[in-house]
T-cell receptor
Framework: RKEVEQDPGPFNVPEGATVAFNCTYSNSASQSFFWYRQDCRKEPKLLMSVYSSGNEDGRFTAQLNRASQYISLLIRDSKLSDSATYLCVGWLSGAGSYQLTFGKGTKLSVIP | NAGVMQNPRHLVRRRGQEARLRCSPMKGHSHVYWYRQLPEEGLKFMVYLQKENIIDESGMPKERFSAEFPKEGPSILRIQQVVRGDSAAYFC????????????FGDGTRLSIL
């Protein structure tokens, strides 16, 4: 069974706050993971790729813990423009094939 | 703009009609994926295609839905005899190869069934 699970939120945080999302996955043979951002009624946009233990890009840090099968996304110094739904995505294996599997997303609202 | 191109952006059909959704992948990408997203729901994988081949259609409903990616032209997702429950956003994504690569998404087609 291929699954990626996220806390749906919503997370309501003030500007400047640090917020962290966690995501768990079901299959230990998973290859790689991504965080996408989706604004309301828009297409998902790639935020970060997570191929090894982690990745950092400016205010965003993603970490992968293969032993515990979870991925996290940390956003520092939150901006109003960070308000969106954050999708945890993994290439998960099962029944001899890999599929890009999406979590349902975690909704973030950054408040002035 | 060399991104993934989907058209139409919005499509309205009456119950029983056919809907055709088109997707042209990013330049240099040969792998196309279709997803469906219901309101307030996550993205659900439908089908994965390469040129002239369906690689994985495990997410496609067994009836009324079909997809193709011909040698020339865009990928087509076809829904026959549409029903109200088909109303959703349909996203197409492409990648240069499968495995370990992120996918890049088009703007989506919003399908509304009257």
């Amino acid at each position: 069974r291929k699954e990626v699970e996220q806390d749906p939120g919503p997370f309501n945080v003030p500007e400047g706050a640090t917020v962290a999302f966690n995501c768990t996955y079901s299959n230990s043979a998973s290859q790689s993971f991504f965080w996408y951002r989706q604004d309301c009624r828009k297409e998902p946009k790639l935020l970060m790729s997570v191929y090894s233990s982690g990745n950092e890009d400016g205010r965003f840090t993603a970490q992968l813990n293969r032993a515990s099968q979870y991925i996290s996304l940390l956003i520092r110094d939150s901006k109003l423009s960070d308000s969106a739904t954050y999708l945890c995505v993994g290439w998960l294996s099962g029944a001899g094939s890999y599929q890009l599997t999406f979590g349902k997303g975690t909704k973030l609202s950054v408040i002035p | 703009n060399a991104g993934v191109m989907q058209n139409p952006r919005h499509l309205v059909r009456r119950r029983g009609q056919e809907a055709r959704l088109r997707c042209s992948p990013m330049k240099g990408h040969s792998h196309v994926y279709w997803y469906r997203q219901l309101p307030e729901e996550g993205l659900k994988f439908m089908v994965y295609l390469q040129k002239e081949n369906i690689i994985d259609e495990s997410g496609m409903p067994k009836e009324r839905f079909s997809a193709e990616f011909p040698k020339e032209g865009p990928s087509i997702l076809r829904i026959q005899q549409v029903v109200r429950g088909d109303s959703a956003a349909y996203f197409c994504a492409s990648s240069p190869q499968t495995g370990n690569q992120p996918q890049h998404f088009g703007d989506g087609t919003r399908l509304s069934i009257l």
